[in-house]
Antibody
């Protein structure tokens, strides 16, 4: 069964840092591009970042560029999101999602999400 | 950036009725890289439709997608109780991979 399990969320003060993890299983993780998507409480979905299969190429939403870093460890089948200089508006559930191998594909599946709360 | 506008914001219908959800893009979506997701409270989104009209694995045939270019539609032919949820469209052809604001399908 293809599965993605996020962890690392929690309460952090403004200006603080947090690292999220996404453990993948049931598929060849090293072949797939991967994404992070977030959802503020009661709001819609917002794409955050993506990384290619070997980690050599990344892209970010403007709202997190320069503050967040996506990375992966293919030996550990794990995706990461390092979040620095956190702001109140970063408060959201963060989902990891599987992308494509060669041709663009939709995000499928998604993990269950991990909640990040930025507050003093 | 491609902006996706979904309408209506809320759709109030009864079980057994037909639901028609719209997604309009600010510019053409390349190669119909348009997907629809369903999200229920407290759950992650689930892929329903990709490539504008292809059903994902395990999705019932009462769900169908259509459209191209800038105008796309998700149709649920006969609403089942488990279909009441929020639906999002997404373009995945060009970064940033944008989502629409969602349409909530609620029980009338």
């Amino acid at each position: 069964e293809v599965q993605l399990v996020e962890s690392g969320g929690g309460l952090v003060q403004p200006g603080g840092s947090l690292r999220l993890s996404c453990a993948a299983s049931g598929f060849t993780f090293s072949s797939y591009w991967m994404h992070w998507v977030r959802q503020a409480p009661g709001k819609g979905l917002v794409w955050v970042s993506r990384i290619n299969s070997d980690g050599s190429s990344t892209s970010y939403a403007d709202s997190v560029k320069g503050r967040f870093t996506i990375s992966r460890d293919n030996a550990k089948n794990t995706l990461y999101l390092q979040m620095n200089s956190l702001r109140a508006e970063d408060t959201a559930v963060y989902y990891c999602a599987r992308g494509h191998i060669v041709v663009e594909r939709p995000f499928d599946p998604w993990g269950q999400g991990t909640l990040v709360t930025v507050s003093s | 950036e491609i902006v996706l506008t979904q309408s209506p914001g809320t759709l109030s219908l009864s079980p057994g009725e037909r639901a028609t959800l719209s997604c309009r893009a600010s510019q053409s979506v390349s190669s119909s890289y348009l997907a629809w997701y369903q999200q229920k409270p407290g759950q992650a989104p689930r892929l329903l439709i990709y490539g504008a009209s292809s059903r994902a694995t395990g999705i019932p045939d009462r769900f169908s997608g259509s459209g191209s270019g800038t105008d796309f539609t998700l149709t649920i032919s006969r609403l089942e109780p488990e279909d009441f949820a929020v639906y999002y469209c997404q373009q995945y052809g060009s970064s940033p991979f944008t989502f629409g604001g969602g349409t909530k399908v609620e029980i009338k």
